[in-house]
């Protein structure tokens, strides 16, 4: 069976890797600021490293800009915490077939940390087609994705100019992959090999992942939902941080009716497994993102003001709206 191939390969490699605490060098200038992403965002990276990777066997690939964490038994999170997003790629095992949702940023080469994990045939998905989860896609030969204009519009590819700002300054900490430039920086057109939708099921040998086509963060967003193993892969619907329904693309009203069907599914999911900063966190936060989403409907939920932007804060993560008060929602 692959899945006892990969962890034998992963006992292996744990043996050779002395754990070591990570410590974030100080680069970057003090006062450098993500913009339009929330509040207390300047140093980020003195967040680094966040204690609940700690729970999680750790292998590092061969760069070192990656970090590889056994999340779940044929569950590898590719980790990105050198780049604000801090942004995370699933790798999923069955027994014939092996699913890559989303491929990250493209700044490291994705394919070379995949490559020694599993030799199953491979298929990628998107969580949603943002820069941060598409740049490896060019690096892969089969690739799902819903039929939908953004998707298309996105895989074409994005020139530097649209992405350059995720490489700026006060967005990198860590040392970058020596063939790098910032300055070339850009996202590689891709083909889509076969349209999924709602309901579709990625059938991997021993594991179903099911569609669910959860709009709001961006027209495309979509989870992954595998009933056997009560988990849901989230993407960007949901992650404990600041969940942006503000930006080019996004939509309030979209994020509400998402948010609400994926609260019923908290009694048949025990994780999720969101697509930045942590790798796993309880389903009961299904219920209460859609909780929070209602509460701003509602006018009842306190906010503050970053950016020009209304940030509602509830436990363990916050919902960006845009404008002010007098502004509509979407």
């Not at 605490?21 to 490293?49: C, F, H, S, Y």
């Not at 999680?56 to 590898?76: H, I, M, N, S, T």
């Not at 948010?259 to 936060?285: C, K, M, Q, S, W």
Request: proline share 5%; net charge negative.
């Amino acid at each position: 069976m692959k899945i006892l191939r990969v962890t034998g390969y992963l006992i292996v490699l744990l043996a050779l890797i002395a754990c070591q605490e990570e410590t974030v060098p100080q680069g970057l200038a003090v006062d450098a600021q993500v913009r339009n992403r929330g509040a207390d965002k300047a140093q980020w990276w003195d967040a680094l490293p966040r204690p609940e990777w700690s729970a999680f066997a750790r292998l590092d690939d061969a760069a070192g800009w990656f970090e590889v964490y056994l999340v779940q038994p044929g569950v590898f999170a590719i980790y990105e915490p050198g780049q604000f997003e801090e942004v995370i790629s699933y790798l999923i095992l069955g027994e014939t077939r092996a699913l890559l949702f989303d491929t990250g940023l493209g700044i490291g080469a994705i394919d070379a940390v995949v490559a020694p994990l599993t030799d199953l045939p491979l298929v990628v998905l998107n969580s949603h087609s943002h820069y941060d989860h598409i740049g490896g896609n060019h690096l892969f030969d089969v690739i799902y994705g819903p039929d939908n204009a953004y998707t298309a519009t996105r895989a074409r590819g994005l020139d530097h100019a649209a992405v350059a700002g995720g490489v700026a300054e006060g967005w990198i900490w860590k040392d970058t992959p020596v063939d790098f430039d910032a300055t070339t920086f850009r996202s590689r057109g891709y083909a889509i090999s076969e349209f999924v939708g709602e309901a579709s099921v990625i059938d991997l040998g021993g594991r179903r992942l099911e569609v669910l086509l959860t709009p709001g963060h961006a027209p495309d967003s979509l989870c992954l939902l595998d009933r056997e193993n009560r988990l849901l892969f989230v993407g960007d619907t949901f992650y404990p941080a600041p969940l942006y329904t503000h930006i080019a693309g996004s939509s309030f009203t979209d994020y509400v009716v998402s948010a609400n069907r994926l609260a019923t599914l908290a009694p048949i999911v025990d994780f999720l497994l969101p697509g930045h900063n942590v790798g796993l966190v309880g389903a009961e936060y299904l219920s209460k993102m859609a909780q929070a989403f209602a509460q701003i409907g509602d006018g009842v939920a306190d906010y503050i003001v970053t950016d020009g932007n209304r940030q509602y804060q509830f436990d363990g993560f916050s919902i960006i709206v845009a404008g002010t008060p007098a502004d509509a929602v979407d």
